[in-house]
């Protein structure tokens, strides 16, 4: 029976990307393993993909019985509902760690970085092991992916540094066309159900108790979504009262403007103006500079819940 590695609900680029990469990595390592995903591909990320004639994983949801590495990801929220019944072998991310627990020692790499497939680069590197050409060419789109082409609060010089030997590898002069390229299929909207946006890009969290739902839309103009705003607002509404949710928030990202419109779903709305130092008007608050959810939104909640 093959290891599974997979990464998050609702995948991203990284998500996917990662769970490709180390799946190319382990086998290579001489072990017996494929690549996963809890869900369906992005656009982003089957243009990711289609670019570099890259398979996409197997949609597996349940895991139970089975050995498996995570990626991406370290919350029970973002699991599969069956992981207590795996055996988790190792957790690949760039995130805080969550609340996923083991019951045997583990390999761990989880770096402060901006990017997955930023610390897979780094696992390659310590095997002495080749990136083939179209995987150094997903990974080098995930890492543009996450840090929003170096814009994000997240990017580090890790994650710059990663790229450029990706770059070389998988023959691509222009990184900031190349991640242009994606920012442009990751904002179109135009016949998208509105909750499949809302979820492109989400994510549950537990905090203190409460079940907060975090959700991304970025794109290079805001204006974009001014058709869908009203439709967005009025299902982040309906996805709280369904999951039984104290709040959902959406960030609408403008990557050029480098800020982000949130759009609020809660019980409590004080709970931004003392996150962020923002009150909210009809449900939405500007956040300028905010580009993050890993690091300027989610630790700035979590202390305001507390």
């Not at 770059?167 to 920012?183: C, K, P, R, V, W």
């Amino acid at each position: 029976m093959s290891i599974l590695v997979f990464g998050h609900k609702n995948p991203d680029t990284d998500s996917v990307c990662s769970a490709i990469a180390l799946a190319d990595l382990k086998k290579k390592l001489g072990q017996d393993i494929a690549p996963a995903m809890q869900g369906d591909l992005t656009p982003e990320s089957k243009f990711v993909l289609e670019k570099f004639n890259v398979a996409a994983p197997a949609v597996v949801t349940s895991y139970a019985g089975k050995d498996v590495f995570l990626v991406d990801h370290s919350d029970l929220a973002q699991s599969p509902d069956d992981l207590a019944e795996a055996n988790i072998l190792g957790i690949v991310d760039h995130h805080k760690m969550g609340d996923v627990t083991t019951s045997q020692p583990l390999e761990c790499w989880i770096w402060p970085v901006g990017c997955t497939c930023t610390v897979i680069k780094s696992m390659y590197d310590f095997h002495n092991v080749e990136i083939p050409k179209d995987i150094a060419g997903i990974m080098l789109c995930a890492i543009l992916s996450d840090t929003v082409i170096f814009k994000s609060a997240t990017c580090t010089d890790a994650d710059k540094k990663a790229c450029e030997g990706l770059a070389a590898l998988a023959g691509i002069t222009d990184t900031q066309e190349l991640g242009m390229d994606m920012f442009k299929v990751k904002s179109a909207v135009d016949g998208t159900p509105v909750r499949e946006l809302v979820l492109r890009d989400y994510k549950d969290f537990e905090m203190n108790g409460k079940k907060v739902g975090i959700g991304q839309l970025e794109v290079v103009d805001l204006a974009i979504l001014d058709k869908v705003k009203a439709d967005l607002e009025k299902d982040i509404v309906a996805l709280k009262e369904e999951g039984a949710r104290h709040s959902v928030f959406l960030l609408l990202t403008d990557i050029i403007k480098e800020g982000s419109e949130m759009l609020i779903a809660s019980d409590d709305e004080s709970v931004i103006e003392k996150a962020f130092g923002v009150a909210p008007k009809d449900s939405k608050a500007w956040l300028d500079g905010v580009m993050s959810r890993k690091k300027q939104v989610v630790p700035n909640l979590e202390k305001a819940f507390a």
